[in-house]
């Protein structure tokens, strides 16, 4: 299962980053509305959490605009304001569960189990295509013109980022964070390193590769590459 976990208080968002590891399950880390919102329209997620008081973009804000891109990933808001007219906001948005501050770790889990059972698939769609490629998050496989193709966890999740963004250069910067995470530590060609891991085997012998390194800025990847 993948969380998306948009919280600005870093402390807060370490440790719960640290509690959703412990019970298995893989989770980026926004600490800003527009990272988050850009996470959340972009990649695919079982369950983002979102704080509403956030810097540069409210959580309220990325949940519309989630729901006006038709990103029907189950939301859990995250706030220390427990009017009845804040919860109304937040469910009158798209929201769909709510959870007060401070709250207990067992019943934030409860909450996250709760709505995976309720919507029973990921982010909308169960695989995407692009290209020749196909991917299924539900086995996490992903096929070239129907032949499977074995890729770790990280380059499954580099060729995701790509294919969702293709026709469009992503820095190495934004791949960092989309991959790794903003807090990851990690050694400087980590980049380089996979992009090189990656086409070696996605792309056909003696013919262009799918990602094309734009020198200076980043990668772009072209679902029909020309020599």
Sequence with gaps: MRILLVEDERRLASALKQLFKENQYIVDVAHDGEMGYDLATTDSYD????DIMLPGMS????????????VQTPVLLLTAK????????????GADDYLVKPFDNKELLARVRALTRRTGQISGTDAMEA???????TTRTVTRDEEPLTLTAKEFQLLELFLRNQGKVLSK???LDRVWGPDADVIGNAVENYVHFLRKKIDEPDKPSYIATVRGVGYIFQPDPQA
């Design 59 to 70: 959580g309220i804000e990325i949940l519309k605009g989630m729901r006006e891109q038709d």
């Design 131 to 137: 290209g020749p490629f196909r991917l299924d998050f």
């Design 82 to 93: 427990d009017t009845v007219e804040d919860r109304v906001v937040g469910l009158d948005a």
């Design 47 to 50: 369950i983002v959490i979102l």
């Design 173 to 175: 910067e934004i791949i």
